[in-house]
């Protein structure tokens, strides 16, 4: 009879283990890691949870048809991104000055005031500017959609508590060669309930135990087809949100 029952637990063993790999194999057809995903050293549930994060965003589908997004950054700047041909427009409100990017090329105008930049090195400069003002200021609003990124290392932290309460499991972000700022180093917290990122802590440098700061990543709403978290709690981050299937070229190429 122990004889039976040691062949039962080993034949249930072995269901789950391939139920496990099962789920992994299609969470991975249906959210696939962008290339440069450190698939090596990152966590399965790690990646799981990342998954459902997507799901939870809206699912892979749908961002992957979102087209235009445009949002104010701080009160500082206002950005219309294409997020399909990788165009992107920048309004610098303190400085009036106005970038336009093709970021597959690099290539693009810069005009501050009412100039327009011509000399080659002062233009490329500028326009270097503008990716990083973009990698910076997308992260803050589509974080969520960009956890199986190139160059990012997934971790699973285990279960925390938000500053305002509820539970969550915690995912850690690393970068390798990748961004502007790849020393960096992201707590994100999901909620348990809905699977959304409710809070971020940011650390200046992967080495940090302690966070530099924590924000909130909350109101949540849906546009397009998608959720973004805007105008949170705390006042910082990405406001007058949208989302477009159809904008004027122009917005990309003419001041």
């Known amino acids: 009879m122990k004889h039976i029952y040691a062949q039962l637990a080993l034949a249930l063993l072995f269901m789950a283990c391939q139920q496990q790999q099962n ?3 299609l969470s991975g057809l249906e959210n696939p890691p962008a290339d440069g995903f450190n698939i090596e050293l990152s966590d399965p549930a790690a990646m799981e949870l990342a998954d459902s994060v997507m799901r939870a965003q809206g699912g892979r589908a749908a961002w992957d048809q979102t087209r235009f997004i445009s949002w104010n950054f701080f009160g500082r700047r206002n950005l219309v991104w294409d997020k399909q041909d990788g165009r992107v427009r920048i309004e610098s409100i303190p400085d009036s000055t106005i970038y336009l990017l093709d970021m597959k090329t690099g290539k693009g105008r810069v005009r501050i005031k009412n100039t327009e930049l011509t000399e080659q090195d002062t233009l490329s400069s500028m326009l ?12 803050w609003l589509v974080m969520p959609f960009k956890l199986k990124d190139s160059g990012v290392t997934l971790k699973y932290l285990g279960e925390d508590t938000l500053q305002t309460g509820g539970f969550c499991n915690v995912l850690q972000l690393t970068f390798e060669n990748v961004g502007s700022t790849p020393e960096n180093k992201y707590h994100i917290y999901v909620d348990r309930k809905d699977n ?18 924590i924000w909130p990543f ?3 709403k849906k546009y397009g087809k ?5 105008e949170r709690s705390d006042g910082k981050g990405p406001k007058e949100v949208s989302v477009s299937d159809a904008l004027p070229d122009a917005l990309f190429t003419e001041f």
């Open 218 to 220: 909350d109101n949540y």
């Open 23 to 25: 789920n992994s194999k």
């Open 226 to 230: 998608i959720l973004l978290s805007a």
């Open 128 to 139: 270097k500017r503008a990716e990083r003002i973009w990698i910076n200021d997308s992260y």
């Open 196 to 213: 959304l990122v409710k809070q971020w802590a940011y650390f200046e440098k992967a080495t940090q135990d302690t966070a530099s700061a």
